[in-house]
């Protein structure tokens, strides 16, 4: 269980940043967030070097745990050779990587959260190379699209960075929905979801007629993921990251979970014809279109950018040979790219950050301010380009011999050899475009600052990845052949023959890559005639655009299909909510509501037994049908509506009293109360002219609607009423004591029998609070000063009387609040009821006095409090789990003492209590935001008594631009 | 026998006081003197009535002390002078008919707005 730990640590790790930041002074902040998340890093990378001697001596690691048995989904990891590969670059790399960008990021940046997501995401990729379950890789790659999408719109100032983050979240998030259909499929073709029965049933899987849905579905995951032709354009456009999250998530991880994909499940469907030309096409394509591409970009991380695609384009194509070799070459290049492209992102990143800009035509000539990252830069080219004596040659030269020894297309064989020495060239005209314009080309231009050497620190890992290159490119028996043995070994079951050395004597693919290099060269030469026919021959369109038109187009279609494009109102939503329940409601009705037998049917309503009429029943329903036939008349005239309908609920509570149902009446009193003070409160920045008149065919629509469904909820009800089922309230009634130890049942349905539902409300109820919080915040509106009629609003906003009277009440009331929640579990009450009184009595503070005299003495933050609550309730919840309990289940102490009484203790209370703050939290956060959005009038009005106080200018800028008034001015 | 005479006296003046305010409710010129019947006068007579419900349910074969109605005391007092102050404060805003000269208070309070929008603008 020891391995889980390496997914576990950067979950669980990933807070710390927060918790690091809380515990050192604002200037320090940077440090402690880095140094937290290296930590995490470093010791997740502990424990998987702590693995690596087992894997060594050739086995593999397991750990499984079942999760949800009955789906197959099992926490199941193995450590073999191939996840060792990857998770090494993954942890070595983001260690690098979060170095740099504790160099990188402005102080101003949220640190802690930066640093949080990416061990999210390096949680996320870990996870989906050492899964042993389908679903659960799955799951983690799910993640990595989720944890990608925020990664890449770090900022949320920026819209391309916003629309960068959601085009990836949109491709790779589709491809993650194709991938787990596949998936499904697969594991019901092999008959289990476990990777390594998987992996042994790949003779089945050929044979299977649903082998090419599987790897069409499978591929589809992989090649969003991995940014392959026609799905490439997500990754330039994610080019909106900061560079620490590019460098890491387009080199080392996210972009390598397809090619993972790949090598992972290569003996599963490689060796197929159909493997080779849709894998191998589709990375060809995708390798010389990417390298095309990329000799035209300015922006240097675009032209990173292009190349990273050509790159996976390559690494696929290898894979999609199907032979072991190729494979074996795809394996090695990932490792290779992943190296090089990290320094290359790096290197890119210091000269934005020290030059100011990232465009090559206006960079020139930096060798002579930072002739040490210049080298750096050159040295990864390089590789890139597949010089000699560096890792990026080894892989190409394979990959060049691979094309040449390749004979599957007949008298075409000519074409592979061809194609790829020509994405060869391109690869060195891009490569000497990226050196030459940035540090050569002529003394340096107008820039914004005089760039110079980055920090020394920042520096080191693109120090430490250059070393790398070189180091595997001059000795590669000695330094990368043991570990890719390993990845080899695993991923294919054995280990094929094949030479890492640097010299093979005079062969086709060492011509291959001269080839390269010098028509590279040339082609960089020529680039102004390049540059002038490729404007000639190709518009300037891209995929994303493509995208961004589709989505736009997909929008106004989908706008266009709705009958009523100018109305969208949430009357007309709800009208379309109620007609879609009537239509599902009443489609299976049809057949019986045809043959309905009215005769028959009005027999049975007279024969019903009634409970006899008594006058308090009967003005209550006076009451109830006036109110309800008033807030239909009263429509438009929006306060008197709300009253009335307020009304409808203090009827219907006394209902639920007549009924002897305590705690259904404290609850719909208090949420009746709750709901009208926040409607009036709402109302209060409506337009307070007149509500405008519908149509003819509006109202007779609504009409319509509202009657049918209300016959059809009476209906069911009466139904519902008057049938005799059996009800499961009387194991309630009697195992509410021995069980639960309650004597109010309905608590003890609520907090403990159905105690997960209550969960899962209060979490819903918290997370509406924070759609709340975030939809209104910094939100200001217009607020009049005077009624409809001109008559200005009473300057005495808080009477004094009121002020005054209602302060004794808070703590009675609060009072009353503990009470219900105390005495919950065994009499009318509970958290629900005390949470909605303690915030009336809140609430009531607020209106009395005004939000900032409450502000002030009340210092709560209600986002807190609703963590709290629903932190309290999970962890009661859980705590079962500590005494090998079912989750939620609850613990109950009873004790007579002579001092106390009788005590009862129960968990469930602990439980109730975080309904109890979850509630209140929420109700005094929605208070306190829509109390926020007249901010600006409060403001003004407190302002202007302070001025006749004490003559001061008012600061112009507490004046938002929203609530300017006219009269003002 | 002295607390039933008790008792049925504060219900008899308490049902007085509610029958005067609902007579002034009734008959009074305005909205501003008719609020004066269910605030004040019924104010007084329902607390008379509680005062008796109190003496009734403290003694006789009652063992326990009733303190519910001091509670429900409490809060009638509490509420209705509230209630009453913000309804007359709705009446002003409305400029609701009054069959006095129309108070000063509101006019003061404009006044007082004008001199520091004034001041503001200066």
Redesign the interface.
């Known amino acids: 269980m020891f391995l889980a730990w390496i997914v576990a640590i950067p979950f669980l790790g990933a807070l710390l940043p927060y918790g690091a930041v809380r515990l050192v002074p604002k200037q320090a902040c940077g440090a402690a967030a880095s140094l937290a998340a290296a930590l995490v890093s470093t010791s997740a990378l502990i424990i998987a070097l702590s693995h690596t001697p087992d894997v060594f001596a050739g086995g593999e690691v397991h750990a499984s745990m079942p999760w949800i048995p009955r789906i197959g989904l099992t926490l199941a990891l193995r450590f073999d050779g191939l996840a060792m590969v990857f998770v090494l670059l993954i942890l070595g790399i983001g260690l690098l990587v979060i170095l740099y960008a504790h160099f990188y990021l402005a102080k101003s940046d949220q640190v802690a959260r930066f640093f949080a997501i990416l061990l999210l995401f390096q949680g996320a990729m870990l996870g989906i190379v050492l899964s042993d379950n389908l679903l659960l890789l799955l799951l983690f790659w799910e993640l990595t699209s989720l944890t990608s999408f925020l990664l890449v719109g770090f900022d949320p100032r920026s819209i391309e960075a916003r629309r960068g983050a959601r085009m990836a979240l949109v491709i790779t998030g589709g491809g993650g929905l194709a991938l787990l259909a596949g998936f499904l499929l697969l594991g019901s073709v092999a008959g289990s979801f476990e990777l390594s029965e998987v992996l042994a049933a790949g003779e089945r899987v050929h044979q299977h007629p649903l082998y090419l849905p599987i790897l069409l579905l499978i591929l589809l995951g992989a090649f969003t993921k991995s940014a392959q032709f026609p799905f490439h354009f997500w990754l330039p456009s994610a080019m909106t990251a900061p560079t620490p999250v590019s460098a890491y998530l387009h080199s080392a991880t996210m972009v390598k979970a397809g090619i993972f994909l790949l090598a992972r499940f290569f003996p599963v469907f490689a060796e197929t014809d159909i493997w080779f030309y849709l894998v191998g096409g589709v990375g060809l394509t995708t390798f010389l279109f990417g390298a095309y591409i990329a000799i035209f970009k300015h922006d240097i991380k675009g032209l990173l950018a292009y190349s990273t695609i050509s790159h996976l384009g390559l690494i696929t194509f290898l894979f999609g040979l199907g032979t072991p070799l190729g494979a074996v070459a795809g394996l090695f290049h990932a490792m290779n790219h992943a190296v090089f492209k990290a320094s290359l992102f790096m290197a890119a990143g210091i000269i934005d950050h020290e030059a100011g800009t990232r465009d090559m035509r206006r960079l020139s000539g930096l060798w002579h301010f930072m002739p040490i990252t210049g080298t750096l830069a050159m040295v990864a080219a390089a590789a890139m380009a597949g010089v000699p004596l560096l890792n990026g040659f080894l892989s190409k030269e394979m990959f060049f011999a691979e094309t040449v020894h390749h004979e599957w297309l007949g008298h075409l064989d000519w074409l592979l050899p061809f194609i790829a020495t020509l994405g060869g060239i391109f690869a060195v005209a891009y490569s000497v475009r990226f050196i030459h314009d940035v540090f050569f080309g002529g003394p340096l231009q107008e820039l914004d600052r005089t760039p110079h050497e980055p920090p020394r620190w920042m520096r080191i890992p693109v120090e430490i990845l250059v070393a790398l290159c070189l180091l595997v490119g001059i000795f590669p028996e000695q330094t990368v052949r043991p570990l890719l043995d390993l990845g080899v070994q695993s991923m294919l079951g054995f280990e094929p023959r094949y030479d890492l050395a640097i010299w093979h004597g005079f062969s086709f693919p060492l011509l291959m890559s001269l080839v390269a290099l010098v028509g590279g060269l040339l082609l960089y030469r020529l680039r102004r005639w390049l540059f002038r026919a490729h404007d000639w021959v190709f518009p300037p369109t891209s995929g994303a655009s493509v995208f961004q038109r589709l989505s736009t187009g997909l929008q106004l279609l989908a706008r266009a299909r709705m009958p009523h494009p100018t109305q969208a109102s949430l009357q007309n939503s709800i009208a379309w909510l109620l007609l879609t329940t009537l239509v599902l409601a009443i489609w299976p009705l049809l057949p019986a509501l045809w043959s309905l037998d009215v005769a028959g049917l009005s027999d049975w309503l007279m024969g019903l037994e009634l409970s006899p009429l008594d006058v308090p029943s009967l003005g209550a329903g006076l009451i109830l049908v006036v109110a309800a036939a008033g807030v239909v008349g009263l429509r438009r005239q929006r306060l008197q509506a709300t009253i009335l309908a307020g009304v409808i609920g203090l009827v219907l509570s006394l209902a639920f009293v007549h009924f002897s149902a305590p705690d259904l009446a404290l609850t719909q009193l208090t949420v009746e109360v709750v709901t009208t003070i926040l409607l009036l409160l709402v109302l209060y920045f409506l337009p307070q002219s007149d509500v405008a008149r519908l149509s003819r065919w509006r109202r007779t629509r609504d009409l319509v609607l509202a009657v049918v469904a209300g016959t059809g909820v009476a209906a069911l009800a009466l139904v519902i009423m008057t049938t005799q089922t059996p009800s499961i309230a009387e194991y309630f009634l009697h195992a509410a004591k021995p069980a639960a130890g309650a004597s109010n049942v309905v608590n003890a349905i609520l907090v403990d029998f159905r105690g997960f539902d209550t969960l899962g409300e209060i979490t819903v109820l918290a997370i509406a609070a924070a759609g709340i919080f975030a939809m209104l915040r910094g939100i200001r509106l217009h607020t009049p000063q005077r ?1 409809l009629f001109g ?6 906003v808080h ?1 004094t ?2 002020a005054m ?2 302060r004794p ?1 808070l703590p009675m009331a609060l009072l009353v609040a503990v009470f219900m929640l105390l005495r919950g579990h065994h009499e009318p009450g509970g958290g629900f009821i005390a949470g909605l009184i303690a915030g009336i009595a809140l609430v009531l503070q607020q209106l009395a006095s005004g939000q900032q005299w409450s502000a002030e003495r009340l210092r709560l933050n209600y986002t807190r409090l609703i963590g709290a609550g629903l932190l309290m309730a999970l962890g009661t919840a859980s705590a079962a789990l500590l005494w090998q309990r079912p989750f939620l289940t609850s613990a109950f102490w009873h004790s007579e003492s002579t001092w106390l009484g009788e005590l009862e203790l129960t968990s469930a209370m602990v439980f109730d209590t975080g309904v109890f703050l979850v509630v209140l939290g929420t109700v005094m956060l929605i208070l306190d935001n829509l109390g926020r959005l007249s901010g600006h009038r409060q403001h003004g009005r407190r302002a ?1 008594h302070q ?2 106080a004490h ?1 001061a200018p ?1 600061p112009a800028a507490s004046a938002p631009a929203l609530g300017s008034a006219p009269w003002k001015s | 026998m002295i607390i039933e005479l008790l008792v049925s006296a504060f219900i008899l003046i308490g049902a007085t006081f509610a029958l005067i305010g609902s007579i002034g409710l009734l008959r009074l010129p305005d909205f501003y003197t008719r609020l004066h019947g269910p605030t004040k006068a019924t104010t007084l007579g329902i607390s008379g009535m509680l005062i008796a419900s109190g003496l009734y349910f403290s003694t006789g074969s009652h063992d326990a002390t009733s303190l519910h109605e001091i509670l429900v005391l409490l809060f009638l007092f ?1 509420t209705a ?2 209630s009453a ?2 309804l007359v ?1 709705a009446a ?4 609701v008919y009054s069959v006095a000269k129309r108070p000063q208070v ?1 006019a003061r ?2 006044r ?2 004008a ?2 929008k004034e ?2 603008h200066r």
């Open positions: 009624d008559r200005p609003w009473s300057p005495d009477p009387i009121l009277l209602s009440l202007g001025v006749a003559p008012v | 509490i002078p509230v102050h913000l404060k002003l805003h409305r400029r509101l309070g404009q007082a707005q001199a520091v001041r503001e």
